[in-house]
């Protein structure tokens, strides 16, 4: 999904008029001024296509996912760091990462491209109904996937296994615990590397204080990374004031 957008540049400029009541002097006395510029920020989302599985919610290594429910789908919260796992984890790819761009001349041009994220493998390795448990009330079958679960007329739940992908969606919205998945998931894609410049670095912490998995230390004045501790978020890169730490994007 590519997304292009355009705003007059003097609209912007009365935005930021119209948001400068709080200030001492009059709006009429304020004159914004806004130069040419480019913005750069990516974003993670999840669309209503969530089918509550919450694998998302459960592979989040820093807890930055509100949980799914039968009345609503899983939902980012303020606290997550881009490290995409959640992305390559969704069996539906409800869940997107968006790049956004907004580049200031003439106009204000605002661009939105949803970035292409491999997937991890799913396998289901066992799933049970309790027919004792089960109401036949019908709210698995409204989230599978793939149609693997049904609920016959005047009859109990039952599963095609060669249809069940083992989301786990059924099991999540069941509200009698009905239905048991296990399931098996593949390991994370890398899809970025983390690029160090030792001659930049000026030893201050700042990554190892913000790290949100305890992936990166100081040892002697020296970075020491924890490769298989880093999930490829953005923390240490963003917050390095010296730009010593670098995530780039792996080629396809």
Do not use: W
Not at 93 to 104: F, G, P, Q, R, Y
Request: aromatic fraction near 4%; include cysteine; hydrophobic fraction near 35%.
């Amino acid at each position: 999904m590519d997304i292009v957008f355009k705003k007059k540049k003097d609209a912007l400029v009365n935005e930021v008029v119209a948001k400068s009541s709080d200030f001492e002097h009059s709006v009429e006395d304020f004159k914004a001024e806004i130069e040419n510029c480019s913005l750069g920020q990516k974003f993670i989302t999840i669309s209503p296509e969530c089918v509550r599985c919450n694998l998302c919610v459960e592979e989040c290594p820093v807890n930055a996912i509100d949980n799914a429910k039968l009345t609503k789908p899983a939902k980012i919260l303020e606290n997550c760091v881009k490290c995409e796992i959640c992305a390559q984890t969704c069996p539906v790819n409800a869940v997107k990462v968006i790049e956004s761009t907004s580049d200031l001349d003439e106009d204000v041009t605002y661009k939105l491209n949803t970035m292409k994220v491999p997937h991890r493998t799913l396998r289901m390795e066992k799933i049970c109904v309790d027919k004792d448990k089960c109401t036949s009330c019908g709210d698995c079958v409204k989230f599978c996937p793939t149609g693997a679960i049904k609920v016959p007329e005047g009859e109990k739940a039952v599963v095609d296994l060669d249809a069940c992908i083992g989301c786990g969606a059924c099991a999540n919205v069941c509200g009698e615990d009905a239905v048991t998945v296990i399931r098996r998931m593949g390991n994370v894609f890398k899809t970025k590397d983390l690029v160090v410049d030792d001659d930049a670095c000026v030893a201050c912490g700042v990554c190892e204080e913000n790290c949100p998995v305890d992936a990166i230390r100081l040892e002697d004045d020296k970075i020491i990374f924890s490769e298989d501790k880093c999930i490829l978020c953005e923390v240490c890169s963003k917050k390095c004031p010296v730009s010593a730490l670098k995530l780039e994007r792996l080629p396809k």
